[in-house]
């Protein structure tokens, strides 16, 4: 019996450095499917864009978005970030605020393109209802206030099932709604099962199968440098816990975006 464990732990151990060994193979940040391509030009086959990533809390961006944000930073993309709270659940919402520009600073992003609210009505917390009108409205104004033509945002469940992402999504939606789509491309993260979200860079191997096999618009975005995502999420002092460390280390999303048109 010891030694049928023992056969699973090496098989295991070889499987994670196989997978690591397949996300260094990648010369730098990488699309999968290459073609089509992720982005189209814009009008005057302008091809760089002003992305604006819309998270619920200080963190989101580093312990979910990181492989996102380093491909279209290798892109030339113009990245600003608009988090809706300050996340202040614990009452450490000015630190946490803080420590959200120094992440960003470590991603690349300068701190005049970020953006953190602390409106009344947004206030972190599982049993806070946030109005999808107000993220609407407030996404509409970043918006017209960056000149954005991409947003990336959360899918409706949200990566975790936290209702404040949860929210986010739907607030993109009704503005998406409200604006007629016009000339705004929009992404959504997709969430994963339990399995695949704690598979590491093991999930690769699956992301990879279905985003060149899917006939819809989805997209792997790979993250050659994992080191980058964990400087990122260690910017954020307050949340360094051990079970975040955990998190960030076997996490799929350290690794790997999956990214599906909203």
């Given at each position: 019996?010891?030694?049928?464990?023992?056969?699973?732990?090496?098989?295991?151990?070889?499987?994670?450095?196989?997978?690591?060994?397949?996300?260094?193979?990648?010369?730098?940040?990488?699309?999968?499917?290459?073609?089509?391509?992720?982005l189209?030009p814009?009008?005057?086959d302008?091809?760089?864009?002003?992305?604006?990533?819309?998270?619920?809390?200080?963190?989101?961006?580093?312990?979910?978005?990181?492989?996102?944000?380093?491909f279209?930073?290798?892109?030339?993309?113009?990245?600003?970030?608009?988090?809706?709270?300050?996340?202040?659940?614990?009452?450490?919402?000015?630190?946490?605020?803080?420590?959200?520009?120094?992440?960003?600073?470590?991603?690349?992003?300068?701190?005049?393109?970020?953006?953190?609210?602390?409106?009344?009505?947004?206030?972190?917390?599982?049993?806070?209802?946030?109005?999808?009108?107000?993220?609407?409205?407030?996404?509409?104004?970043?918006?017209?206030?960056?000149?954005?033509?991409?947003?990336?945002?959360?899918?409706?469940?949200g990566?975790?099932?936290?209702?404040?992402?949860?929210?986010?999504?739907?607030?993109?939606?009704?503005?998406?709604?409200?604006?007629g789509?016009?000339?705004?491309?929009?992404?959504?993260?997709?969430?994963?099962?339990?399995?695949?979200?704690?598979?590491?860079?093991?999930?690769?191997?699956?992301?990879?199968?279905?985003?060149?096999?899917?006939?819809?618009?989805?997209?792997?975005?790979?993250?050659?440098?994992?080191?980058?995502?964990?400087?990122?999420?260690?910017?954020?002092?307050?949340?360094?816990?051990?079970?975040?460390?955990?998190?960030?280390?076997?996490?799929?999303?350290?690794?790997i975006?999956?990214l599906?048109?909203?």
């Amino acid at each position: 019996m010891g030694f049928i464990w023992m056969a699973f732990a090496a098989g295991a151990v070889l499987v994670w450095a196989m997978s690591l060994g397949r996300i260094f193979t990648f010369p730098g940040p990488a699309c999968v499917p290459a073609s089509p391509p992720f982005l189209h030009p814009l009008r005057g086959d302008r091809r760089s864009r002003n992305v604006l990533l819309v998270i619920a809390h200080p963190d989101d961006e580093s312990m979910f978005f990181a492989p996102t944000i380093l491909f279209l930073k290798s892109k030339g993309h113009n990245i600003h970030v608009l988090c809706m709270s300050q996340g202040n659940a614990d009452g450490l919402g000015i630190t946490r605020k803080e420590e959200l520009y120094l992440a960003c600073d470590t991603l690349k992003i300068p701190c005049e393109q970020v953006k953190v609210l602390d409106h009344p009505k947004l206030q972190d917390g599982f049993h806070e209802k946030w109005d999808h009108g107000l993220l609407a409205e407030l996404t509409m104004e970043h918006v017209q206030l960056w000149a954005i033509n991409m947003i990336v945002t959360f899918d409706s469940y949200g990566v975790s099932g936290h209702p404040n992402h949860q929210d986010v999504h739907h607030g993109i939606c009704k503005f998406l709604h409200a604006n007629g789509q016009g000339n705004i491309e929009a992404w959504e993260l997709a969430s994963l099962n339990i399995l695949r979200k704690y598979s590491g860079p093991v999930d690769i191997w699956l992301s990879l199968l279905i985003s060149s096999s899917s006939k819809q618009p989805i997209y792997t975005l790979v993250n050659s440098s994992p080191s980058r995502s964990y400087e990122a999420m260690a910017a954020h002092r307050s949340q360094w816990v051990w079970f975040r460390r955990l998190f960030v280390m076997f996490s799929s999303y350290t690794y790997i975006n999956m990214l599906q048109k909203v």
